[in-house]
């Protein structure tokens, strides 16, 4: 593994008055230290993730599907199963409970009789990082925290300022160098302190580099969408798997496709299943699919080579149209391929012109203006139907993870120039003739 997985950061928890009532073990899921919610830290510099457990049985006395059914929607109804100790921590602008749309063009055109979009795009700050980042941000108000960092290629970063900025905190973010103009614009906007990070090796992402570096030497708390970085905020992506739950009745789909990159969407929201099913709220797991570019699939090598979990081969390099999935070190990938392993998953890497095909497709087929990270898995399912390992009949969720407003170069130059023409219907009629 390479040097970058070992993080040494400094930081400072205040400790509060009373439990997560239904937290019961904090372990790192690499040295295997176990922690107390007084002590608990956002990481514990070993390079692994702190694993939070719940307490399942007691969860069950105070939990059960008509409480949740009654509560109001939103990401924030699951409270109990997030690891905060106090509701007045809750930092939030309505993320959660975006739409799943059973898919009719898009789906008849791809032989799927039951395909379900889950719009990621109309959280807060256009993507799925949303789930993460808010609950990550609150747990850092909770604890006394002033400044909160991360390293992004561009929506987790995005999410972190716009939660930052809610709660009062002086947000730090290191982009790659070419990261999109557009997120670096909305970054700005937010008021973050934005600077753009050179690469100097291959198979070393210099953002997180310099995040570790930063936290230690300058005491501020990371908040990435990494697990290894930031325990806390790792848990908000359950709430995924919990809204998908309810939304299809209790009966999970037969599949989930993840566009994956550094594995936390993907591991986060099968974590969300697995405990909705301990809690007898669903009675069967989907099958994940973890989908990568080819430019960047270290995870999908891992699963196919039976690389061991915590000592995944990083990726040498990260050329990609889709730059939100190009994470050549993948830091919750020892819990992606756990959860294939545990749930029959498959993994199975994309080539970029099918990432384009699917982010126009799904634009003109479905009305839903995506990034190219945000469809990747929908090249996936392509592969995986024509091969036979999805049935038609099969019931399949993908989640469109990202706005097609953060890399507006894509969708510009895959799609044709805008006439200018004369007001006359003669040179409209024209201009419509010669429509490729």
Avoid at 266 to 275: D, H, N, R
Avoid at 342 to 357: F, Y
Avoid at 388 to 400: A, C, F, L, Q, Y
């Amino acid at each position: 593994m390479q040097a970058t997985s070992h993080i040494t950061l400094a930081y400072s928890v205040m400790v509060v008055d009373v439990k997560v009532s239904f937290v019961s073990t904090y372990r790192c899921a690499k040295c295997g230290k176990t922690y107390e919610n007084e002590t608990v830290p956002p990481n514990d510099g070993c390079g692994g993730r702190i694993d939070i457990e719940l307490d399942i049985e007691s969860l069950k006395d105070v939990m059960d599907k008509t409480t949740l059914v009654n509560r109001e929607a939103g990401l924030w109804k699951y409270f109990e199963f997030l690891p905060l100790t106090k509701r007045e921590s809750i930092v939030t602008l309505g993320e959660g409970n975006t739409a799943l749309l059973e898919s009719k063009r898009l789906a008849e055109k791809m032989h799927l009789k039951h395909l379900f979009l889950k719009d990621e795009t109309t959280n807060p700050s256009g993507s799925f990082k949303d789930r993460p980042i808010c609950v990550g941000i609150s747990r850092a108000l909770e604890d006394g925290v002033k400044t909160v960092a991360a390293a992004s290629s561009g929506n987790a970063a995005a999410s972190m300022s716009t939660y930052a900025a809610r709660a009062g905190l002086e947000a730090m973010v290191f982009v790659p160098e070419n990261a999109p103009a557009g997120k670096l614009i909305h970054l700005r906007t937010l008021g973050a302190n934005v600077f753009r990070v050179k690469k100097e090796k291959e198979g070393v992402d210099p953002t997180t580099t310099l995040l570790k570096d930063a936290c230690d030497q300058l005491n501020w708390v990371p908040c990435p969408s990494f697990g290894p970085f930031n325990c806390f905020q790792y848990e908000g992506t359950k709430s995924l798997a919990y809204e998908i739950s309810e939304q299809m009745n209790w009966k999970p789909p037969d599949w989930i496709l993840f566009p994956t990159g550094s594995g936390g969407l993907m591991s986060g929201t099968m974590k969300g299943f697995s405990e909705f099913e301990q809690m007898g709220l669903i009675d069967e797991i989907p099958r994940p699919v973890v989908v990568q570019p080819e430019g960047c699939a270290p995870i999908v090598r891992a699963f196919k080579e039976e690389q061991p979990p915590l000592d995944i081969k990083p990726w040498d390099s990260n050329e990609t149209i889709a730059g939100g999935l190009a994470d050549p070190f993948p830091w919750d990938g020892d819990a992606a391929l756990k959860h294939l392993k545990a749930e029959d998953g498959q993994a199975v890497s994309v080539p970029d012109p099918l990432i384009e095909k699917y982010l126009l497709e799904l634009g003109k087929l479905e009305g839903i203006f995506a990034e190219p990270s945000g469809v990747a898995a929908l090249a996936g399912l392509e592969l995986l139907v024509d091969d036979g390992t999805i049935d038609s009949s099969d019931r399949v969720v993908v989640p469109i993870t990202g706005s097609g407003f953060k890399d507006l170069a894509t969708p510009d130059r895959l799609t044709p120039d805008v006439r200018v023409i004369t007001a006359s219907v003669k040179d409209l009629k024209t201009a419509l003739a010669k429509r490729k």
